[in-house]
């Protein structure tokens, strides 16, 4: 309802410039204080005294505080701002402010994977079941019952069912209530869930390791890199696919993790102490080194796909990664399972564990709590120098790039006849490389000669 001050008249007719008749109204509750509504009649006394009636009764309607605007002038030039204070004051479905919300979750507001998410747990499950239902008619039992369907009718695995209430319906609930303050309470604040186990890190031994990174050098050397990286650094792939040249300095042997990339979208990294720099192994630099085009800005990623796009690592991953370890005789594991051999080897080897924290972007408290088994007994290392001082590497060991033959599936070019071993250390850059145990078989490349007095 809108009303008018009493020193101020509600409702006045006028004349607008073109000759034809309109209402202007004044009062509290309208935009601006004020509006002008055309009524389409000319200005003749037939016209005059019927709109001049229309304006005492909307006029004597706003000063007792009964004027509702959108009787009078459903299409009128306020109509839009009216009908949404109305819609504001209905009892909604939760289909019917899912519709509303799901408009807010869009990049950068939230990832594009989130969105992705929202829109599979409301279409597949929420809105069939729950939809018809007023905001502030669910409770408790809604919701109970709701659990009930996805794990006992749909066979879903507690894990699954709990993301979906909790990351979904949950947080449409949530901005009902702090947002828009359509609810009270929360409705799913009493449900109780068991506690999950977690899944155990389940690494790659140095063995494993090697025998992968060797099938990639032979079969698929455009891709070897990208692997390499990941055993070499404890990156989350996500990271990995996201590094830009612009994150990486050769000079220092330093990357800078400061994004991740999912369903082809960079965004924030997973946690704001993700974000971190890594001191690099020289043969990682190397590799870098090599791999780097001719030419290239700051915004072209390092590790590209067959066609030149940046990898996507979950393509990635069903391609190429479990055809590796069939062909390498290597038990299934996820790709992101390079993280967990690299933060596992490190510890075993005595590496620092507050370093290796801030390494691999995550904390010492999750490391123990997640790797405690691989901690080894005696001083800490630190510097990885240190820690694998006596290993010597298994693919780079006898082997080194040249810029030429990088940029064509990166082969290498035989030097059996270097011997010498060095530490590898994250202070000192030009030292050699890593652990790892016995060298690759080199791989020769025949010169084609010339012979004399042939053209």
């Known amino acids: 309802m809108i009303s008018a001050g009493v020193d101020k008249l ?3 007719l006028k004349i607008n410039r073109h000759g034809y008749l309109a209402f202007r109204l004044i009062g509290q509750g309208i935009p601006t204080g004020r509006s002008w509504e055309g009524t389409g009649l000319k200005d003749t006394p037939e016209n005059r005294q019927l709109a001049q009636a229309q304006a005492l009764m909307i006029d004597h309607e706003m000063r007792a505080g009964t ?3 959108l009787q ?14 109305a819609s504001k004051g209905k009892p909604k479905t939760i289909s019917g402010y899912y519709q509303e919300w799901i408009l807010r979750k869009t990049p950068p507001l939230v990832r594009k994977s989130l969105a992705r998410d929202y829109r ?24 109970e019952e709701f659990r009930q369907y996805l794990l006992q009718d749909r066979g879903m695995a507690v894990k699954t069912a709990r993301n979906i209430i909790d990351g979904g319906l949950r947080s449409l609930l949530r901005d009902a209530r702090e947002i828009d303050g359509l609810i009270g309470t929360d409705p799913c604040a009493s449900l109780k869930w068991p506690r999950l186990q977690r899944e155990r890190p389940d690494p790659f031994n140095e063995e ?5 990174l060797e099938y990639f050098h032979r079969k698929k050397r455009w891709t070897w890199p990208f692997v390499y990286f990941q055993f070499w650094t404890g990156c989350r792939p996500s990271e990995t696919t996201a590094l830009t040249w612009g994150d990486v300095d050769l000079r220092s042997a330093r990357v800078e993790i400061t994004k991740s990339r999912y369903m082809g979208e960079d965004s924030a990294t997973k946690t704001s102490g993700s974000n971190r720099t890594i001191n690099l192994f020289s043969i990682v630099v190397d590799v ?14 390092v590790f590209l796909n067959a066609i030149g796009k940046p990898i996507d690592a979950g393509d990635w991953q069903q391609k190429h990664w479990h055809a590796a370890l069939r062909a390498c005789d290597t038990r299934p594991r996820k790709f992101y399972n390079t993280r967990h051999t690299f933060i596992s080897l490190a510890l075993s080897y005595n590496f620092n564990i507050k370093r290796l924290a801030e390494m691999c972007g995550t904390s010492v408290d999750m490391i123990e709590r997640n790797y405690g088994r ?3 007994v005696g001083e800490q290392s630190e510097t990885l120098g240190e820690t694998f001082g006596s290993t010597t590497p298994k693919v780079l060991k006898n082997h080194q790039f040249t810029n030429r033959d990088v940029r064509a599936e990166i082969p290498f070019r035989d030097d059996t006849q270097s011997t010498k071993k060095s530490t590898v250390s ?3 850059y030009n030292e050699s490389s890593p652990f790892s145990s016995t060298p690759a078989d080199p791989i020769k490349h025949k010169k084609r000669g010339v012979k004399k007095g042939r053209k």
């Open 120 to 143: 599979q747990r409301f279409t597949a499950y929420i809105n069939p079941r729950l939809g018809n239902l007023f905001l502030e008619h669910l409770s408790p039992q809604h919701i």
């Open 10 to 12: 509600g409702c006045k």
């Open 67 to 69: 004027f509702n605007y």
């Open 72 to 85: 009078w002038f459903p299409h009128g030039n306020r109509a839009g701002y009216f009908d949404q204070q």
């Open 426 to 428: 994250l202070e000192d």
């Open 208 to 212: 494993e390791r090697d025998r992968i």
């Open 288 to 301: 870098l080194r090599d791999l780097k085009p001719l030419r290239v800005t700051e915004s072209d990623h």
């Open 374 to 376: 691989w901690l080894a």
